[in-house]
């Protein structure tokens, strides 16, 4: 198990992220949230994130978008409602690693968070 597991989980649904954050906190998970993306862009130059869960739309500068600019080593899961081909295709072509539909179970989440950055 990796000593540093820091998630920054990224929506512009506030109740998204808290529980999100509230459910990888219980797994002893550091998580730092952002509400959009310009936000998320900075918040991950500063906290440097083991793994980025990113929503794809939100206003301004959509999830695509942000996963593109975030440095190449920063491993993203799109965490989502939009489950069209083109949008999956493009969110990989960004450089996600995965997507997680919304709504998921708290088993999915754990699952992916672990295979990325190591389980509690």
Known sequence: MADRRVVLVVDDEAITRE???AMLEIE??????AHD???????????????????VMMPGMNGIEVCRRLSGDTRV??????????????ARDAGAEAYLLKPFSARD????????????
């Not at 002893?28 to 949230?33: P, R, Y």
């Not at 989440?109 to 509690?120: D, K, M």
């Open 19 to 21: 529980v999100v954050a």
């Open 28 to 33: 002893g998970v550091e998580v730092h949230a």
């Open 37 to 55: 993306g310009a936000t998320a862009l900075e918040m991950a130059q500063d906290v440097r994130p083991d793994l980025v869960l990113l929503d």
């Open 77 to 90: 899961v799109m965490l989502t409602a939009t489950a069209d081909d083109d949008t999956r295709r493009a």
């Open 109 to 120: 989440l754990y699952a992916v968070v672990e295979e990325r950055v190591g389980g509690a």
